[in-house]
């Protein structure tokens, strides 16, 4: 692919043929993932379901750089993906905060690492901004540990924005929150993401989340040898509220239609 042609694609990230298998005793081998194939599209919010052990981590771990590719590549603007790099943020389940430092300081971490060369202040306006537009204006200073779960994972959302990656991978980021919570942080990385247009890859274990964040669900059959089992397009208007979602005549379709593969995959 050129590099025209990979700044004229609407296509962000593509795994071709992406294969992942560890070693078995006896030079047997396990093969989680087998020649998956997917394409992302620039700015749109996709999410993977599938029931346990089916490798949805896996692969967005590989997509993260964090665990290598045994066949295929991915490429992200046209070029492979060779390792971890901040043109991919990653909201992991628990946000692994170091406890002792501020939330500002936890968002500043990455930030200074992405742009070096801007100012002290630039700086720190931008971990200042997505802080704030998270709902912790008022904690900047607060140490990591003295937040609550779903203000703490509220600095990993923007942590990851703050470095203003290409995609934003997240790995069941509210699967450890009480219900109100998940529900409260659904709506703050929607709006967040609303106003960014990241392009966003989400594992989750909850067909209503996936309706009320995603363009598009993705379902992956049952391992060993996973692959692409099923797409559904989410057709519901931006921005959203989540009565209007419910309320929408397609929305029990869609929930139906997912737990049905679910169910029967």
Known sequence: MSANTAL????????????????????????????????????EFMSIIGHSGCGKSTLLSM???LNPISGGQILLGGKAIKGPGPDRGVIFQSPSLLPWMSAL????????????????????????????????????????????????????????FAIKPQILLLDEPFGMLDSLTRAELQEVLLEV??????????????????????????????????????????????PRERKAVMEHPDYYEYRSHLIDFLEHV
């Open 63 to 65: 997509i993260a750089g």
């Open 8 to 43: 004229a694609s609407p296509i962000l990230l593509s795994c071709q043929k992406l294969s992942k298998s560890y070693p078995l005793p006896k030079g047997q081998s396990y093969e989680v993932l087998h020649e998956l194939q997917l394409d992302i599209m620039k700015g």
């Open 193 to 238: 993401w609303n106003r960014e247009k990241i392009t966003a890859i989400m594992i989750t274990h909850d067909v209503d989340e996936a309706i009320f964040l995603s363009d598009r669900v993705v379902m992956m059959t049952s391992g060993p040898r996973a692959q692409i089992g099923d797409v559904l397009n989410i057709h519901l208007e931006r």
């Open 105 to 160: 300081d936890n968002v500043l971490l990455g930030v200074n690492q992405v742009f070096p060369h801007e100012t002290k202040d630039t700086r720190r306006d931008i971990a200042s901004y997505y802080l704030q537009k998270v709902g912790l204006g008022d904690a900047l200073d607060k140490r990591a540990k003295d937040l609550s779960q779903g203000m703490q994972q509220r600095v990993g959302i923007a942590r990851a």
